[in-house]
């Protein structure tokens, strides 16, 4: 019985996996794209006492969630290891993340990336064009004059 759910369990994954339209890259640049249609003006430092989650944009940018509807996109590197990180670390002065001072911890063993640009992220506009980017424009299918009705 084991043996036959794990088979299930791998046979789903790899049926997900497959049904993926959008290459990785396309999808990073969507991502980028909502991102940046929802940044303000680029500010030069924001307060952080908590981590809430990020996302990676590539390996030259990120946004990373003080709250959860308090957000920044953030311009760095590039930053090697940025888009295969399992956590990231932030640095900081006094509960302030600053543009040219502070650095993205992605890993043991990478260079710290410095941070370049700082913009906050208007997170209900975000969620608005990911909503637009979900919608799907559908058509009926036209009959086919090619295939013959079938008999029974």
């Keep these: 019985m084991y043996r036959r759910a794990s088979w299930m369990v791998v046979a789903l994954a790899a049926a997900l996996g497959a049904c993926s339209s959008v290459p990785y890259a396309q999808r990073v640049a969507q991502r980028q794209a909502a991102y940046a249609a929802a940044a303000g003006a680029p500010v030069r430092s924001f307060h952080f006492f908590n981590l809430y989650s990020w996302e990676p944009l590539g390996d ?11 957000a920044w996109l953030l311009d760095v590197g590039p930053c090697p290891n940025l888009e295969f990180a399992n956590a990231i670390g932030l640095t900081s002065f006094g509960g302030e993340v600053s543009v040219n001072f502070d650095k993205v911890l992605a890993g043991r063993g990478y260079a710290p990336c410095f941070i370049s640009g700082i913009r906050p992220v208007d997170v209900a506009k975000l969620k608005l064009e990911q909503q637009a980017q979900r919608k799907i424009e559908a058509e009926p299918r036209q009959p086919s004059a090619a295939a013959p ?3 029974h």
Excluded: I
């Excluded at 030259?60 to 308090?70: D, E, G, I, K, M």
């Design 149 to 151: 009705p079938a008999d």
């Design 60 to 70: 030259s940018q990120l946004a990373v969630y003080t709250q959860p509807n308090r």
